[in-house]
């Protein structure tokens, strides 16, 4: 196991289809580098929630944020075990059964205990995180957190310990015998895709798009 | 309260930002019928696990499926409490201060316990669902399942009862001293779009692209 490797345990193991499990931090990265919405599994009097939200990442620490107020927040700040799942989803795997369709994705889950972040240095570079996350280039361009804007916000960070990746891709893999069917059978590709910039219809001294928004579109 | 709203209950009634809140059939059918991955949410040992998934959904009920050897199914077989989200993200919300970023996005957060369908021919309609929902019209053109994949498949029937939707729409909200700053304001719209279909390359009797899949595109 090398140090590029995050350790399997017995809840990341991908033990059916392991060939699906990656445990590397390139590909780990990877995937949660190119998203930026994830989905929070947590358990209030027994019942889970799954809430989706934003969240940054640097080295092996995701963070996720959000009003003080939020349940999910005050309920993750109390030291909780959480699931932070990330998913991608690339395309319909079209096969000429129907058992063998399938979904072409990449998917990170995280499992571990929230840490609420209180050092305003701390805090203040998880909300810069978020933000380029979001739109590398923004965080200098816009107007930084109050300190009051600070207080109202919860950070918590989340450690990359025990982790794992699935990924599935290719084509469909059928039946020897349903080969010779004459059913079409392939991947259709799914992309997320930026559309045309929408300015707000409040702007006064708005500038034109700058770079960081045109270089996002490409 | 009319018949086509779902009652809010304590742990589905949107309390923070509340004017985000639908209860509605017509907002959570929409948002559940235009994806085809949800997240479900369950707990192992008090470990929140957060998987992605497809489903389908008839009037009140989703199906979700999967192999019968699969830790989820298996879990949630059992009559655990589950959730289920389903989430579209729409759009960055760029606003002049970083603390005032947002998402535009549609979730659904279906609260309940899974029912095993055990009767053949309610998991074969689920089984059609699945690949209609992904694809409609598919269904028809394949190989549908057989005995023994059937048995090799579990299926799972959640109720929608207790059942909110949450969608943010529209540019973004600064304060108002903000309005002024020298900072591009707006929204950046995003889409999940297909790609070229891309045949198998095992492919040896297959037909050209069925209608279905070039109405899909559109």
Tied chains: 1, 2.
């Excluded at 280039?137 to 957190?145: F, I, L, M």
């Amino acid at each position: 196991m090398s140090e590029s490797e995050f350790q399997p345990t017995e809840r990341t193991q991908v033990k059916r289809l392991p060939k699906r499990g990656h445990y590397d931090r390139e590909t780990v990265y990877g995937i949660l580098d190119s998203a930026f919405v994830c989905h929070v599994g947590f358990s209030v009097g027994g019942q889970p929630y799954v809430i989706p939200t934003n969240y940054g990442r640097t080295e092996d620490t995701i963070y996720v944020h959000g009003s003080a107020a939020s349940r999910m927040l005050k309920t993750l700040s109390g030291g909780v075990p959480v699931c932070v799942t990330v998913t991608h989803v690339d395309g319909l795997v079209l096969a000429r059964s129907a058992f063998h369709h399938s979904v072409n994705y990449r998917s990170v889950v995280i499992l571990g205990t929230a840490r609420l972040v209180e050092q305003p240095a701390e805090k203040m570079e998880a909300l810069r995180l978020f933000t380029e996350h979001v739109m590398k280039g923004r965080w200098d361009d816009v107007r930084q957190p109050t300190e009051q804007e600070l207080k109202a916000t919860t950070v918590l960070a989340i450690p990359l310990e025990e982790v794992s990746a699935k990924v599935r891709t290719g084509g469909p893999v059928d039946e020897e015998v349903d080969y010779s069917l004459p059913v079409w059978a392939g991947v259709l590709p799914l992309e997320t895709v930026a559309k045309e910039p929408v300015p707000d219809a409040m702007r006064k001294n708005d500038p034109p798009l700058p770079d960081y928004l045109k270089n996002h579109l490409r």
